[in-house]
T-cell receptor, first 111, second 120 residues
Framework: KQEVTQIPAALSVPEGENLVLNCSFT??????LQWFRQDPGKGLTSLLL?????REQTSGRLNASLDKSSGRSTLYIAASQPGDSATYLC??????????FGKGTMLLVSP | GAVVSQHPSRVICKSGTSVKIECRSL??????MFWYRQFPKQSLMLMAT?????????EQGVEKDKFLINHASLTLSTLTVTSAHPEDSSFYIC????????????????FGPGTRLTVL
């Protein structure tokens, strides 16, 4: 059974810092990995999707890497801003209908 | 990007009543929709997968007679919580799969904004 772990559970940083969120998964037989953002009381917004054959994806200040063999992914946020404050969820697709989520990292960026 | 809507966004009901939540894919046809529930500070837990025109597939431990799912069209799925009890209070999120030519590696799901259910 696939298990996804995210570290840290919570992170508080001052504005402007670069930061890294970590995600690990137990079964490396995945189709892809996605990073989502969830604001309090809201649904999920897809940030980046990395296919199993890819090593990284970039979108603006966000960069996600994937090391499938070691079961790890990182989300790098450059020059953090207060608007980046949210919970970040990592999810892996290891089956046609199976998307397994981690518990998320709650990020607070203070002005 | 693809948009998924949910209605209502928030509902409060009395114990024993039934509540229906609608999920719509607004600008694409979704052959598969998913229903998740999320408890505070917890991850999303898949409840069931529904394919248009067929019966939903429920995850282990999810009561199919309590959580009725209907996927009558390619743009609409509904979740009905029957005889709701306080322990059913949760955040329910639907998701729709957008079919892509690249196969499951490019497969992505779009999520609705969620419905907060409170059962008194």
């Amino acid at each position: 059974k696939q298990e996804v772990t995210q570290i840290p559970a919570a992170l508080s940083v001052p504005e402007g810092e670069n930061l890294v969120l970590n995600c690990s998964f137990t079964d490396s037989a995945i189709y892809n990995l996605q990073w989502f953002r969830q604001d309090p009381g809201k649904g999920l917004t897809s940030l980046l999707l990395i296919q199993s054959s890819q090593r990284e994806q970039t979108s603006g200040r966000l960069n996600a890497s994937l090391d499938k063999s070691s079961g790890r992914s990182t989300l790098y946020i450059a020059a953090s801003q207060p608007g980046d404050s949210a919970t970040y969820l990592c999810a892996v697709r290891s089956g046609y209908s199976t998307l397994t989520f981690g518990k998320g990292t709650m990020l607070l960026v203070s002005p | 990007g693809a948009v998924v809507s949910q209605h209502p966004s928030r509902v409060i009901c009395k114990s024993g009543t039934s509540v229906k939540i609608e999920c719509r894919s607004l600008d694409f046809q979704a052959t598969t929709m998913f229903w998740y529930r999320q408890f505070p500070k917890q991850s999303l837990m898949l409840m069931a997968t529904s394919n248009e025109g067929s019966k939903a597939t429920y995850e282990q431990g999810v009561e199919k007679d309590k959580f009725l799912i209907n996927h009558a069209s390619l743009t609409l799925s509904t979740l009905t919580v029957t005889s709701a009890h306080p322990e059913d209070s949760s955040f329910y999120i639907c998701s729709a799969r957008a079919p892509l030519a690249g196969g499951p590696a490019t497969d992505t799901q779009y999520f609705g904004p969620g419905t907060r259910l409170t059962v008194l």
